[in-house]
């Protein structure tokens, strides 16, 4: 009935709502979030505070978990500078053959189990399917051993069929060297290699560190390469005392090796996650930090526009009273 009427007397209406600024018109079921011009809303300062209180409250967060990441880093970088003496030998044995033409290889690719580390997660895995493209064909095989949660979740979307194994939660512990070796051991008891390429981050710094692969030939390779000459051929001028066949030396060896390579490998990509997730906090709680001067910049000047709204509108209805009279 009541919309009827205002059909009928429109006319009469319209004129005094037209003539009245657009921006006078308010509904009485308004907020105070409205109370600006048209087209234009003020923030309130209860909704400022809480996003104050929620930015306090991830620095806190993020400081923290710097603090946690910088005392495990304390805890194994040095065993990680110390496991290094493990592996020079074989290299300097042995030698690295990162461009070693083999009919099988297996990728091993190391990754963290946790996120908020930066960038070492993505590398690995880039350098992983590099290495696929690399050493794929039509008469190769190529498989991956993923060791780490995060290398798992993006390996997983379009290199499924092509994982041979996956090992997760490796840091959940201590690290140390019994627990690495039944982990290459399981490594090698599941698959059938020429050629395990071990791609890991190495540690430098706390914002450095550099994707490296380690390569580790099957003895039957080594022996192989041995016959044919190079730096393994200097192999058969070794006196091999004992009753064991050059094969079983060379089994041996191999396994010894892998599980060396892979200790380190370890060792250095936890000292690489924990300085990149050192770096990221870092850089959070400071971004936190200008968030929240920002934020409380605008708290002061929310702040400062309703006590000045307030004062004028006193103002103003003193002198209408003043005036009336």
């Not at 050493?135 to 290199?159: H, L, Q, T, W, Y």
């Not at 250095?268 to 997730?277: I, P, V």
């Not at 050192?278 to 708290?299: C, F, H, I, K, V």
Request: hydrophobic share 40%; charged share 25%; net charge positive.
């Amino acid at each position: 009935m009541a919309m009827t009427v205002f059909r009928r007397e429109g006319s009469r209406f319209l004129p005094s709502i037209a003539a009245r600024p657009i921006a006078a018109i308010r509904s009485p079921l308004s907020s105070d979030q409205e109370d600006g011009p048209l087209g234009v809303r003020s923030i309130s300062t209860q909704v400022v505070r809480n996003r104050m209180k929620s930015v306090k409250n991830i620095q806190k967060i993020t400081k923290a978990m710097k603090m946690v990441a910088a005392s495990k880093l304390r805890a194994v970088q040095g065993r990680a500078e110390n496991s290094r003496g493990l592996w020079h030998p074989f290299t300097a044995l042995l030698g690295d053959n990162p461009s070693i033409d083999v009919k099988k290889s297996v990728v091993v690719t190391l990754s963290s189990d946790k996120g908020l580390c930066g960038g070492i997660n993505s590398t690995v895995v880039k350098v992983s399917r590099a290495l696929y493209k690399l050493n794929a064909g039509p008469e190769k095989d190529v498989k991956f051993v993923i060791v780490g949660e995060k290398a798992k979740a993006i390996m997983f979307r379009d290199s499924k069929n092509d994982i041979s194994l996956t090992v997760t939660e490796l840091n959940k512990n201590p690290l140390n060297y019994a627990q690495v070796s039944v982990l290459a051991d399981d490594i090698l008891k599941n698959v059938e290699f020429d050629a395990l390429r071990i791609v890991y981050n190495k540690f430098h710094s706390v914002v450095a560190f550099l994707p490296t692969v380690a390569t580790v030939l099957s003895p039957e390779i080594i022996e192989k390469e041995s016959e044919v000459g190079g730096k393994l051929g200097e192999l058969d001028s070794y006196e091999i005392e004992g009753g064991e066949t050059k094969g079983e030396i060379l089994q041996n060896l191999a396994e010894f090796q892998f599980s060396c390579v892979m200790f380190n490998a370890v060792l250095e990509n936890a000292c690489s996650e924990m300085g990149a997730r050192m770096s990221a906090m870092d850089s959070s709680s400071r971004n936190a930090g200008e968030m929240l001067d920002r934020l409380t910049l605008t708290y002061n000047r929310t702040r400062q526009a309703s006590i000045t709204t307030e004062l004028i509108e006193i103002i103003s209805g003193a002198s209408a009273l003043e005036a009336a009279k």
